[in-house]
């Protein structure tokens, strides 16, 4: 996201980003405790939020994705400091979902397989830094639980060749990004670095996960 236009369009000139790359279905969680209740919260960490927003508002049963920063203090959590790499921050999304239709598990699927890559370590795509890192933020305890165990499963299966290194953590704040940066790809779909990293993860999710992707994404807000 820190990266010129210039560069983004170099990227999609030299292919190194492509839809193909991002078609690896992983199996559900053998851990996947039903939840009551319409309503639940994650944050997850997976490079630039722009693309992690998409995604997962094209998610059924997702009711809100916001993008935001997690990780550091409230007093740092603006972009302008958060791309120094100093502030501890990871660009994050806070999601909202009602667990009876698409369970935790089901989220972290998404996650791992066309969400972003989960062995890339303070990087994704052309973007580097630890404010990119893979990072899960628990808000309960039987969600901490699922994602080691599913963590530990994946690795167990060999799913990927190169060892997972998402980190999991306990929420300890979630602050909203500044408004220009929610439903970024809703606003500028043609963007060089939107069409080069990011609307290849919506064709993913609709290809790799279709019964779960839904056309018409959930706003966070309308303009």
């Known amino acids: 996201m820190k990266l010129l236009v210039a560069a983004a369009v170099f990227v999609a000139l030299s292919?190194?980003?492509r839809a193909d790359d991002l078609d690896k279905q992983v199996p559900a969680p053998g851990l996947d405790p039903a939840k009551g209740g319409s309503s639940d919260t994650v944050v997850l960490a997976g490079g630039c939020f722009w693309g992690q927003q998409a995604v997962f508002e094209h998610v059924k049963g997702v009711t809100k994705v916001v993008a935001g920063y997690?990780?550091?203090a409230a007093n740092t959590a603006v972009y302008?400091?958060?791309i120094t790499e100093t502030t501890g921050h990871a660009e994050s999304v806070e999601i909202t979902f009602n667990p009876?239709?698409?369970?935790?598990?089901?989220?972290?699927?998404?996650?791992f397989s066309v969400a972003h890559d989960p062995t890339e370590l303070n990087?994704?795509?052309p973007d580097e830094g630890t404010s990119y890192r893979s990072e899960i933020f628990f808000t309960t305890p039987e969600q901490e639980k699922t994602a080691r165990a599913y963590m530990?499963?994946?690795?167990?299966a060999h799913i990927f060749a190169n060892p997972i290194i998402t980190k999991i953590e306990p929420l300890k704040g979630f602050y909203a990004a500044e408004g220009y940066h929610q439903d970024y790809l809703i606003h500028h779909p043609t963007q060089p670095y939107i069409v080069v990293n990011d609307l290849p993860k919506l064709e993913?999710?609709?290809?790799v996960w279709p019964n779960d992707y839904r056309s018409e994404p959930v706003r966070l807000a309308s303009r």
């Open 15 to 17: 292919g190194s980003a």
């Open 70 to 72: 997690s990780g550091g």
């Open 80 to 82: 302008p400091l958060v």
């Open 100 to 111: 009876q239709i698409v369970s935790f598990g089901r989220l972290l699927q998404i996650y």
């Open 123 to 125: 990087f994704q795509g």
């Open 152 to 156: 530990t499963q994946l690795e167990a």
């Open 204 to 207: 993913a999710l609709k290809r």
